[in-house]
């Protein structure tokens, strides 16, 4: 049922008319000023770039990190369905980030994704590239070979979760590593899912989506994916719906912990200003009889 509605849903974003599109391109009311250092905001459709700053800029992309990590672990067709164990292995022990995964936690490797992607898991990411053919090295090496293969010209990765500040990109790349991302149903499932519960024999294990918005009605969310570390601030990149017109949204470098949110919201806000409205149809006139009543 959750691939159906993946589907069903993408197949809406790129169902909007060709009329709407003709009828405007970037949208021409006051440009939104927005705090994040660095963003490109992209008509799917067309590649049109409808708003940027520092769009080629390199800086780290902290879990934006994990969508690449995702592309890499579906394209070796692993067995979803194996026992992966967290280790001490999978420990942070760069930032000592949180995790909710117990050192010895079991879990399947599709489970592993879907908290990797949807809570931002670092352990969980982690164990998706320690269990990879080859290890974290080998992984690293694949997500190199992708970027270069999907032509992101500044981005470069240096470990699966994206703690490391090494792993870098510009919002252009971004907005391209998202475009293909949008290709894997399963990605674009487990990103938007608003939370979930896993069972760990009695105990049960809650996971919260880290985008406040795929839980906000008035937003029509493909694909999402938040990030944040100190070097590169907080981050978000989406696929979404505005204006009736699939679009993706790249913010680098938010400072304060709900910049990207609000930022994003303006966006919204700014093209659905500046969306044409359908001219107001006239009513119609209906002639009714009357017959006269004899006293």
Sequence with gaps: MALRFVFAFLGLLFASSAADLRAWSIPTTRVPKLRSAAFIVKDQRTGESLLS?????????????????????????????????????DKDILRFSHSHL??????????????????????????????????????????????????LSEARFDDPTGLSDENVASAADLSKLVDAACRYPLICNFTTQPEVTLEQGRKKLKFVNTNALVRNRKWQIGLSKTGYIEEGGRCLVMQTLLARRPVLIVLLNSTGKNTRLADANR?????????????????????????????
């Design 53 to 89: 700053k520092r769009a080629e800029t390199a800086m780290p992309i902290a879990s934006i990190t994990k969508l690449m990590t995702a592309m890499v672990v579906l394209d070796a067709k692993l067995n979803m369905e194996e026992i992966i164990t967290i280790e001490e292995a």
């Design 102 to 151: 117990p050192v010895g936690t079991q879990l399947t490797r599709r489970d592993a994704l879907l908290i990797a992607l949807m809570a931002s898991e670092n352990r969980a990411a982690h164990a998706l590239g320690r269990t990879y053919p080859g290890g974290i090295h080998a992984l690293v090496r694949a997500m190199n070979e992708k970027a270069k293969v999907l032509g």
């Design 267 to 295: 966006i919204k806000q700014w093209m659905e200003a500046s969306l044409p409205q359908p001219k107001p149809q006239k009513a119609k006139l209906r002639n009714k009889s009357h017959r006269t009543r004899r006293a």
